[in-house]
T-cell receptor, first 114, second 114 residues
């Protein structure tokens, strides 16, 4: 158990819909990261928040957005869903993004878009 | 863009055999990490190598960082069925201040048969 909690574990929805994925980081961790894992692209960095503020952006689509709340939990919002958005979405956390970037991953949210 | 290429992509071996997984890049990385991911779970950090030429051992697993810090390898001695999983190498993106923004290799799926 990494200490990072993600909900829901599984989500099935239709194209065009909007979903919200939730992440609670490890106790004491200030940084939250979102990654997308698909068969063809592997693990791709989406976005990072540190203590409530956006810190870095990766290959995140404009249809996707995220935020980190004062209690440090984070939400990833995916809108106008397309079939290609079907993937595993992981949240990870760390205390501070140190030199070695050690991350602790949650178990992921599996999104299926039909 | 820094890329990490892993080989082989798939590895199916018998219990007791040795194996090596490679992670290569044309770019220099300040550090490289190896993660292991099991089905239904998030990646779990195995090791971080930081110094060129560094060798780290974790029980039957030996990790090496190339002298030029462009490549790494994972060697497993006397593999066991419990070693089955997806092995991922990852490195922090160059520049910027977000060391948690990792670039991941495509992964090596290891299956160890009893």
């Amino acid at each position: 158990d990494s200490g990072v909690t993600q909900t829901p574990k599984h989500l099935i929805t239709a194209t065009g819909q909007r979903v919200t994925l939730r992440c609670s980081p490890r106790s004491g961790d200030l940084s939250v990261y979102w990654y997308q894992q698909s068969l063809d692209q592997g693990l791709q960095f989406l976005i990072q928040y540190y203590n409530g503020e956006e810190r870095a952006k990766g290959n995140i689509l404009e249809r996707f957005s995220a935020q980190q709340f004062p209690d440090l939990h984070s939400e990833l919002n995916l809108s106008s869903l397309e079939l290609g958005d079907s993937a595993l979405y992981f949240c990870a956390s760390s205390v501070v993004p140190g030199n070695t970037g050690e991350l602790f991953f949650g178990e992921g949210s599996r999104l299926t878009v039909l | 863009t820094q890329l990490l290429e892993q080989s082989p992509q798939f590895l199916s071996i018998q219990e007791g055999e040795n194996l090596t997984v490679y992670c290569n890049s044309s770019s220099v990385f300040s550090s490289l990490q190896w993660y292991r991911q099991e089905p239904g779970e998030g990646p779990v950090l195995l090791v971080t190598v930081v110094t060129g030429g560094e060798v780290k051992k974790l029980k039957r697993l030996t990790f090496q960082f190339g002298d030029a810090r462009k490549d790494s390898s994972l060697h497993i001695t006397a593999a066991q069925p419990g070693d089955t999983g997806l092995y991922l190498c990852a490195g922090p993106n160059a520049g910027g201040t977000s060391y948690g923004k990792l670039t991941f290799g495509q992964g090596t799926i290891l299956t160890v048969h009893p």
